[in-house]
């Protein structure tokens, strides 16, 4: 399986949240493995994608954060990028939204 990195931009409060968190969940090396959990979760339980886009008006990105993406989160990912341009063609950085989307929704529910 081959993995894919990206980046995310975020606020500065975002990635230390985020950083806290997968230190708190999975220890120094386990960031990806958060992120991608967290994918998964927004996927199963927001499968409308309501919740991406949200605050995006007010978004300032202040950082980005790499992230390690497994073929089966990269996939997960696009697939929830679809489902979004479905709802919104014109949307942009879909990719980068879903993404904040998912680290909020986990952030909020642990």
């Known amino acids: 399986a081959r ?8 606020t500065k409060e975002m990635q230390m949240a985020l950083r806290h ?8 090396k386990g960031k990806s493995r958060w992120v991608r959990d967290a994918l998964e979760m927004l996927d199963s339980q927001d499968p409308a994608m309501t ?5 995006e ?3 300032l990105p202040e950082c980005a954060e790499q992230v390690l993406l497994s073929e089966e989160a990269a996939e997960r990912l696009e697939r ?25 929704w986990r952030l909020q529910r642990t």
């Open 3 to 10: 993995a894919v990195k990206t980046s995310v931009r975020m």
């Open 21 to 28: 968190a997968a230190v708190s969940a999975y220890g120094a």
């Open 51 to 55: 919740s991406v886009g949200f605050g």
């Open 57 to 59: 008006a007010h978004f």
């Open 80 to 104: 929830m990028v679809a489902r979004v341009r479905r709802q919104d063609p014109l949307a942009e950085g879909v990719q980068s939204q879903v993404l904040r989307a998912a680290v909020r």
